[in-house]
Protein backbone atom coordinates (compact mmCIF):
# COMPACT_ATOMS: atom_id res chain seq x y z
CA UNK A 1 0.00 0.00 0.00
CA UNK A 2 1.40 3.62 -1.04
CA UNK A 3 2.74 5.53 1.76
CA UNK A 4 2.33 8.84 1.87
CA UNK A 5 4.47 10.04 4.99
CA UNK A 6 7.19 7.88 3.29
CA UNK A 7 6.82 9.45 -0.17
CA UNK A 8 7.07 13.11 1.46
CA UNK A 9 10.55 12.03 3.70
CA UNK A 10 12.01 10.88 -0.19
CA UNK A 11 10.57 14.34 -1.54
CA UNK A 12 12.77 16.50 1.25
CA UNK A 13 15.36 14.47 0.71
CA UNK A 14 15.96 15.01 -2.87
CA UNK A 15 15.10 18.72 -2.46
CA UNK A 16 17.57 19.14 0.64
CA UNK A 17 20.25 17.13 -1.52
CA UNK A 18 19.83 19.62 -4.87
CA UNK A 19 19.90 22.29 -2.28
CA UNK A 20 23.43 20.99 -0.47
CA UNK A 21 25.76 24.43 -1.13
CA UNK A 22 27.85 21.50 -2.46
CA UNK A 23 26.26 20.42 -4.68
CA UNK A 24 26.06 23.65 -6.26
CA UNK A 25 29.21 24.22 -6.12
CA UNK A 26 30.20 21.29 -7.89
CA UNK A 27 27.47 21.78 -10.85
CA UNK A 28 28.62 25.33 -11.31
CA UNK A 29 32.27 24.02 -11.84
CA UNK A 30 30.90 21.40 -14.31
CA UNK A 31 28.80 24.18 -16.06
CA UNK A 32 32.27 26.63 -16.45
CA UNK A 33 34.51 23.81 -17.42
CA UNK A 34 31.90 22.86 -20.35
CA UNK A 35 31.74 26.18 -21.34
CA UNK A 36 35.48 26.78 -21.17
CA UNK A 37 35.75 23.66 -23.30
CA UNK A 38 33.20 24.76 -26.19
CA UNK A 39 35.12 28.41 -25.84
CA UNK A 40 38.50 27.08 -26.44
CA UNK A 41 37.02 24.39 -28.83
CA UNK A 42 36.01 26.92 -30.73
CA UNK A 43 38.37 29.09 -30.44
CA UNK A 44 40.92 26.30 -31.67
CA UNK A 45 38.84 25.93 -35.18
CA UNK A 46 38.69 29.67 -35.55
CA UNK A 47 42.53 30.32 -35.58
CA UNK A 48 43.52 27.18 -37.25
CA UNK A 49 40.69 28.31 -39.82
CA UNK A 50 42.55 31.92 -40.11
CA UNK A 51 46.10 30.94 -40.06
CA UNK A 52 45.47 28.10 -42.86
CA UNK A 53 43.37 30.77 -44.66
CA UNK A 54 41.08 27.31 -45.47
CA UNK A 55 37.47 27.38 -46.00
CA UNK A 56 35.35 25.87 -42.79
CA UNK A 57 33.28 23.32 -45.46
CA UNK A 58 36.53 21.89 -46.49
CA UNK A 59 37.80 21.34 -43.19
CA UNK A 60 34.43 20.15 -42.18
CA UNK A 61 33.95 17.86 -45.13
CA UNK A 62 37.17 15.97 -43.41
CA UNK A 63 35.08 15.22 -40.41
CA UNK A 64 32.88 12.72 -42.50
CA UNK A 65 33.44 9.16 -42.60
CA UNK A 66 35.36 7.54 -45.13
CA UNK A 67 37.10 10.39 -46.69
CA UNK A 68 40.60 10.40 -46.76
CA UNK A 69 42.30 12.38 -43.71
CA UNK A 70 46.07 11.22 -44.33
CA UNK A 71 48.48 13.92 -44.85
CA UNK A 72 50.99 14.47 -47.47
CA UNK A 73 54.07 12.56 -47.06
CA UNK A 74 51.92 10.22 -44.56
CA UNK A 75 51.73 7.12 -46.99
CA UNK A 76 55.18 7.78 -47.88
CA UNK A 77 56.32 7.90 -44.02
CA UNK A 78 58.64 10.86 -44.60
CA UNK A 79 56.52 14.34 -44.01
CA UNK A 80 58.65 17.38 -44.99
CA UNK A 81 58.08 21.05 -43.48
CA UNK A 82 59.49 24.44 -44.48
CA UNK A 83 59.50 26.98 -41.67
CA UNK A 84 59.91 30.94 -42.33
CA UNK A 85 60.87 33.49 -40.12
CA UNK A 86 60.21 36.79 -40.80
CA UNK A 87 59.77 40.62 -39.34
CA UNK A 88 56.11 40.68 -40.70
CA UNK A 89 54.73 42.34 -43.35
CA UNK A 90 53.99 45.72 -41.86
CA UNK A 91 57.17 46.68 -40.31
CA UNK A 92 59.98 48.14 -41.99
CA UNK A 93 63.23 46.52 -43.33
CA UNK A 94 62.34 43.53 -45.72
CA UNK A 95 59.51 42.51 -43.62
CA UNK A 96 58.32 39.46 -45.76
CA UNK A 97 62.09 38.43 -46.31
CA UNK A 98 62.61 34.72 -45.18
CA UNK A 99 65.23 35.65 -43.24
CA UNK A 100 65.13 31.88 -41.26
CA UNK A 101 64.69 28.81 -43.32
CA UNK A 102 64.26 25.56 -41.55
CA UNK A 103 62.86 22.49 -43.00
CA UNK A 104 62.21 19.76 -40.53
CA UNK A 105 61.26 16.23 -41.73
CA UNK A 106 59.65 13.42 -39.85
CA UNK A 107 60.46 9.82 -40.48
CA UNK A 108 56.92 8.78 -38.47
CA UNK A 109 57.91 4.82 -38.50
CA UNK A 110 61.25 5.15 -36.97
CA UNK A 111 60.77 8.38 -34.06
CA UNK A 112 63.07 10.54 -36.06
CA UNK A 113 63.05 14.16 -37.28
CA UNK A 114 65.72 16.35 -38.98
CA UNK A 115 66.57 19.88 -38.96
CA UNK A 116 67.98 21.46 -42.26
CA UNK A 117 68.79 25.16 -42.52
CA UNK A 118 68.97 27.00 -45.70
CA UNK A 119 70.91 30.05 -45.53
CA UNK A 120 69.39 33.20 -46.83
CA UNK A 121 72.22 33.85 -49.24
CA UNK A 122 71.81 31.01 -51.08
CA UNK A 123 71.20 32.52 -54.40
CA UNK A 124 68.93 30.83 -56.36
CA UNK A 125 66.31 31.44 -59.16
CA UNK A 126 62.64 32.62 -59.09
CA UNK A 127 59.87 30.35 -60.20
CA UNK A 128 58.40 31.50 -62.62
CA UNK A 129 60.98 33.66 -64.10
CA UNK A 130 64.69 33.84 -65.16
CA UNK A 131 65.61 36.10 -62.46
CA UNK A 132 68.28 35.20 -59.63
CA UNK A 133 68.24 36.30 -56.32
CA UNK A 134 69.21 35.65 -52.64
CA UNK A 135 66.70 32.66 -51.10
CA UNK A 136 65.05 34.82 -48.64
CA UNK A 137 63.95 37.01 -51.65
CA UNK A 138 61.93 34.47 -53.17
CA UNK A 139 58.81 34.86 -50.24
CA UNK A 140 58.94 38.60 -50.64
CA UNK A 141 58.82 38.58 -54.41
CA UNK A 142 55.90 35.80 -54.34
CA UNK A 143 54.11 38.37 -51.71
CA UNK A 144 54.12 41.02 -53.99
CA UNK A 145 50.94 43.05 -55.82
CA UNK A 146 48.61 40.81 -53.22
CA UNK A 147 49.64 37.68 -55.29
CA UNK A 148 49.94 35.21 -51.92
CA UNK A 149 52.69 32.90 -53.49
CA UNK A 150 55.31 33.77 -51.16
CA UNK A 151 54.84 30.00 -49.12
CA UNK A 152 54.20 28.16 -52.60
CA UNK A 153 57.53 29.64 -54.22
CA UNK A 154 59.48 29.00 -51.20
CA UNK A 155 58.54 25.00 -50.86
CA UNK A 156 59.16 25.00 -55.17
CA UNK A 157 62.95 26.53 -54.62
CA UNK A 158 63.38 24.50 -51.69
CA UNK A 159 62.34 21.50 -53.44
CA UNK A 160 64.87 22.00 -56.16
CA UNK A 161 67.81 22.93 -53.40
CA UNK A 162 67.33 19.46 -51.06
CA UNK A 163 65.62 17.23 -53.94
CA UNK A 164 62.77 15.89 -51.64
CA UNK A 165 59.00 17.36 -51.87
CA UNK A 166 58.18 20.11 -49.34
CA UNK A 167 54.69 19.11 -48.41
CA UNK A 168 53.57 22.41 -46.13
CA UNK A 169 55.13 25.52 -45.24
CA UNK A 170 54.51 27.94 -42.62
CA UNK A 171 55.68 31.48 -41.22
CA UNK A 172 55.99 33.68 -38.18
CA UNK A 173 56.81 37.19 -37.35
CA UNK A 174 58.88 38.41 -34.70
CA UNK A 175 55.97 38.93 -32.70
CA UNK A 176 54.04 35.58 -32.92
CA UNK A 177 57.56 34.55 -32.15
CA UNK A 178 57.92 36.43 -29.10
CA UNK A 179 54.17 36.03 -27.92
CA UNK A 180 54.46 32.37 -28.50
CA UNK A 181 57.32 31.85 -26.10
CA UNK A 182 55.89 34.22 -23.41
CA UNK A 183 53.01 31.83 -23.38
CA UNK A 184 54.84 28.69 -22.77
CA UNK A 185 56.42 30.55 -19.84
CA UNK A 186 59.90 31.14 -21.75
CA UNK A 187 62.49 28.67 -22.12
CA UNK A 188 65.32 27.00 -20.23
CA UNK A 189 68.49 27.16 -22.02
CA UNK A 190 72.46 26.62 -20.47
CA UNK A 191 75.14 28.60 -22.26
CA UNK A 192 78.77 27.42 -21.65
CA UNK A 193 80.14 30.87 -21.50
CA UNK A 194 78.33 33.99 -22.18
CA UNK A 195 77.00 35.09 -25.19
CA UNK A 196 77.48 39.06 -26.37
CA UNK A 197 76.12 40.06 -30.10
CA UNK A 198 77.64 43.96 -29.93
CA UNK A 199 77.31 44.66 -33.51
CA UNK A 200 73.91 43.75 -35.07
CA UNK A 201 71.41 46.23 -33.54
CA UNK A 202 73.59 49.12 -33.35
CA UNK A 203 74.61 49.13 -36.74
CA UNK A 204 75.11 52.92 -38.84
CA UNK A 205 72.42 53.26 -41.37
CA UNK A 206 71.41 56.08 -43.29
CA UNK A 207 69.76 59.42 -41.00
CA UNK A 208 66.84 59.38 -40.92
CA UNK A 209 63.78 60.12 -38.13
CA UNK A 210 65.11 56.95 -36.20
CA UNK A 211 68.49 57.01 -36.75
CA UNK A 212 69.20 60.36 -35.43
CA UNK A 213 73.04 60.10 -33.88
CA UNK A 214 76.06 60.92 -36.11
CA UNK A 215 78.53 58.61 -36.36
CA UNK A 216 81.20 60.78 -38.65
CA UNK A 217 80.98 58.15 -41.15
CA UNK A 218 79.08 58.69 -44.40
CA UNK A 219 77.95 56.14 -47.13
CA UNK A 220 79.89 56.02 -49.92
CA UNK A 221 79.14 55.63 -53.55
CA UNK A 222 81.76 54.80 -56.43
CA UNK A 223 82.06 57.01 -59.15
CA UNK A 224 83.99 56.07 -62.18
CA UNK A 225 86.29 58.08 -64.28
CA UNK A 226 88.04 57.07 -67.76
CA UNK A 227 91.46 58.42 -68.30
CA UNK A 228 93.99 57.80 -70.52
CA UNK A 229 98.03 56.82 -69.66
CA UNK A 230 100.80 58.25 -72.01
CA UNK A 231 100.69 55.72 -74.50
CA UNK A 232 97.03 57.11 -75.05
CA UNK A 233 95.42 52.96 -73.85
CA UNK A 234 91.98 54.18 -71.91
CA UNK A 235 91.91 52.97 -68.04
CA UNK A 236 89.24 53.58 -65.61
CA UNK A 237 89.99 55.06 -61.86
CA UNK A 238 87.03 54.06 -58.95
CA UNK A 239 87.47 57.13 -56.36
CA UNK A 240 84.77 56.69 -53.41
CA UNK A 241 82.52 59.61 -53.12
CA UNK A 242 81.08 60.84 -49.64
CA UNK A 243 77.03 60.53 -50.67
CA UNK A 244 75.04 60.33 -47.15
CA UNK A 245 75.99 60.61 -43.17
CA UNK A 246 75.19 58.05 -41.56
CA UNK A 247 73.75 57.56 -37.82
CA UNK A 248 72.71 54.68 -35.00
CA UNK A 249 69.47 55.14 -32.76
CA UNK A 250 69.41 56.75 -29.67
CA UNK A 251 70.28 54.13 -26.84
CA UNK A 252 66.85 53.21 -25.43
CA UNK A 253 65.25 52.99 -28.61
CA UNK A 254 67.38 50.14 -30.27
CA UNK A 255 66.45 46.77 -30.98
CA UNK A 256 67.53 44.67 -28.15
CA UNK A 257 69.10 47.38 -26.10
CA UNK A 258 72.01 48.07 -28.84
CA UNK A 259 73.88 45.55 -27.29
CA UNK A 260 73.06 41.98 -26.32
CA UNK A 261 74.17 39.96 -24.02
CA UNK A 262 73.07 36.74 -21.56
CA UNK A 263 75.44 35.45 -18.84
CA UNK A 264 77.00 31.72 -18.99
CA UNK A 265 74.87 29.43 -17.50
CA UNK A 266 71.47 28.37 -16.73
CA UNK A 267 68.90 30.50 -17.20
CA UNK A 268 64.88 30.60 -18.77
CA UNK A 269 64.77 33.07 -21.74
CA UNK A 270 61.35 35.22 -22.64
CA UNK A 271 60.14 35.85 -25.68
CA UNK A 272 62.01 39.33 -26.22
CA UNK A 273 65.46 37.61 -25.46
CA UNK A 274 64.58 34.50 -26.86
CA UNK A 275 64.21 36.26 -30.31
CA UNK A 276 67.43 38.17 -29.52
CA UNK A 277 68.91 35.83 -29.09
CA UNK A 278 68.00 33.47 -32.91
CA UNK A 279 68.41 37.15 -34.60
CA UNK A 280 72.04 37.55 -33.58
CA UNK A 281 74.48 36.96 -36.21
CA UNK A 282 76.90 39.82 -36.74
CA UNK A 283 79.74 38.93 -34.02
CA UNK A 284 79.82 35.08 -35.18
CA UNK A 285 77.91 34.16 -38.26
CA UNK A 286 74.41 33.89 -40.77
CA UNK A 287 75.55 29.54 -39.76
CA UNK A 288 76.29 30.21 -36.01
CA UNK A 289 73.02 31.90 -35.53
CA UNK A 290 71.08 29.29 -37.42
CA UNK A 291 72.31 26.41 -34.94
CA UNK A 292 70.73 28.60 -32.48
CA UNK A 293 67.66 28.76 -34.30
CA UNK A 294 67.70 25.08 -34.05
CA UNK A 295 68.66 24.66 -30.62
CA UNK A 296 65.28 27.43 -29.86
CA UNK A 297 63.02 25.39 -32.15
CA UNK A 298 63.28 22.30 -30.11
CA UNK A 299 63.24 24.05 -26.89
CA UNK A 300 59.78 25.32 -27.61
CA UNK A 301 58.96 22.45 -29.28
CA UNK A 302 59.92 20.15 -25.89
CA UNK A 303 57.73 23.00 -23.45
CA UNK A 304 54.95 23.07 -26.36
CA UNK A 305 54.35 19.07 -25.61
CA UNK A 306 55.29 18.68 -21.77
CA UNK A 307 52.47 18.07 -19.55
CA UNK A 308 52.31 21.42 -17.74
CA UNK A 309 51.40 23.21 -21.11
CA UNK A 310 48.91 21.12 -22.72
CA UNK A 311 47.13 20.56 -18.83
CA UNK A 312 46.94 25.07 -18.84
CA UNK A 313 44.01 26.72 -20.28
CA UNK A 314 45.94 29.81 -20.27
CA UNK A 315 48.52 28.83 -21.23
CA UNK A 316 47.27 27.19 -24.47
CA UNK A 317 44.95 30.54 -24.68
CA UNK A 318 47.98 32.39 -25.23
CA UNK A 319 49.83 30.15 -27.28
CA UNK A 320 46.41 30.66 -29.62
CA UNK A 321 46.43 34.25 -29.53
CA UNK A 322 50.46 34.39 -30.65
CA UNK A 323 49.39 32.06 -33.67
CA UNK A 324 46.03 34.09 -35.05
CA UNK A 325 47.77 37.20 -36.51
CA UNK A 326 51.29 36.15 -36.71
CA UNK A 327 51.52 32.76 -38.27
CA UNK A 328 50.59 31.81 -42.20
CA UNK A 329 50.67 28.00 -43.63
CA UNK A 330 49.29 26.26 -46.08
CA UNK A 331 47.97 23.37 -44.02
CA UNK A 332 44.26 23.28 -43.42
CA UNK A 333 42.90 23.38 -40.23
CA UNK A 334 42.09 19.33 -40.30
CA UNK A 335 45.72 19.03 -41.51
CA UNK A 336 46.74 20.54 -38.77
CA UNK A 337 45.75 18.89 -35.75
CA UNK A 338 46.74 15.89 -37.46
CA UNK A 339 49.67 16.88 -37.73
CA UNK A 340 49.77 17.57 -34.50
CA UNK A 341 48.92 14.82 -32.98
CA UNK A 342 51.27 12.66 -34.90
CA UNK A 343 53.91 14.81 -33.33
CA UNK A 344 52.86 14.83 -30.08
CA UNK A 345 53.59 10.43 -30.51
CA UNK A 346 57.34 11.49 -30.89
CA UNK A 347 58.25 13.69 -28.50
CA UNK A 348 61.24 12.35 -28.04
CA UNK A 349 62.68 11.73 -31.69
CA UNK A 350 65.80 11.52 -32.41
CA UNK A 351 66.75 14.69 -34.30
CA UNK A 352 69.24 14.65 -37.02
CA UNK A 353 70.57 18.48 -37.73
CA UNK A 354 72.53 19.96 -40.42
CA UNK A 355 73.22 23.73 -41.48
CA UNK A 356 73.99 24.56 -45.32
CA UNK A 357 77.52 26.38 -44.57
CA UNK A 358 80.54 27.20 -46.33
CA UNK A 359 82.74 25.44 -44.22
CA UNK A 360 84.81 22.15 -44.66
CA UNK A 361 81.94 20.09 -43.99
CA UNK A 362 79.47 22.21 -45.62
CA UNK A 363 77.77 22.18 -49.25
CA UNK A 364 78.21 25.67 -50.42
CA UNK A 365 81.04 28.23 -51.39
CA UNK A 366 81.18 32.11 -52.01
CA UNK A 367 82.23 33.04 -55.04
CA UNK A 368 84.20 36.42 -55.90
CA UNK A 369 81.78 39.14 -54.67
CA UNK A 370 80.29 40.71 -57.82
CA UNK A 371 77.04 42.52 -58.88
CA UNK A 372 75.06 40.81 -56.21
CA UNK A 373 77.04 41.09 -53.48
CA UNK A 374 77.84 37.96 -51.02
CA UNK A 375 76.53 35.03 -52.02
CA UNK A 376 76.76 31.69 -51.58
CA UNK A 377 76.19 28.14 -54.34
CA UNK A 378 76.53 24.78 -54.09
CA UNK A 379 79.89 23.27 -54.44
CA UNK A 380 80.14 21.63 -58.08
CA UNK A 381 77.62 24.36 -58.96
CA UNK A 382 74.92 22.01 -58.68
CA UNK A 383 72.71 20.27 -55.90
CA UNK A 384 73.64 16.54 -56.27
CA UNK A 385 75.91 16.16 -52.99
CA UNK A 386 73.18 18.28 -51.05
CA UNK A 387 70.38 15.75 -52.77
CA UNK A 388 72.78 13.38 -51.37
CA UNK A 389 72.79 14.41 -48.02
CA UNK A 390 68.97 14.94 -47.38
CA UNK A 391 68.59 12.14 -48.61
CA UNK A 392 71.12 9.86 -46.03
CA UNK A 393 70.65 12.56 -43.31
CA UNK A 394 68.93 9.75 -40.86
CA UNK A 395 72.12 7.48 -41.48
CA UNK A 396 74.88 10.09 -41.39
CA UNK A 397 76.87 10.62 -38.59
CA UNK A 398 76.22 14.39 -36.82
CA UNK A 399 77.22 17.31 -38.26
CA UNK A 400 80.65 17.69 -35.85
CA UNK A 401 79.96 21.29 -34.65
CA UNK A 402 76.28 21.06 -33.77
CA UNK A 403 75.71 20.98 -30.00
CA UNK A 404 73.19 18.69 -29.07
CA UNK A 405 70.75 20.37 -27.18
Not at 38 to 49: D, E, I, P, Q
Not at 120 to 125: A, I, K, M, N, W
Request: net charge positive.
Amino acid sequence: MFNSKSSQNVSGAKKRFYQKKGFKIATGILLVLLLIGGVFAWKTNSVLTKISGGGILGNLSHIVPGINNELKGEKDGRINVAILGMRGADLPGGGTLADSIVVISILLKENKVSMISVPRDLYVTVPGTQDQQKINAVHAYGEQDGKDKGLENMKIVLGNVLGIPIHYAASINFAGFTQLVDAIGGVDITLDQPFDESMQFNEEHVCDSFFTIRTGNWENKIERHTKHNAAGVAYVVKTKVPKYPLCTAPKDTLECGGDFKLPAGKQTLNGANALCYVRSRKTSSDFERAKRQQQVIQLVKDKMLSIGTLADFNKLNGILNSLGDNVRTDMQAWEMQKFYELYKTIPTAQIYQRVLENSDEGLLYNPPEGAAGYILLPIGDNYDKIHEMVKNIFTLPAQSDIKPK
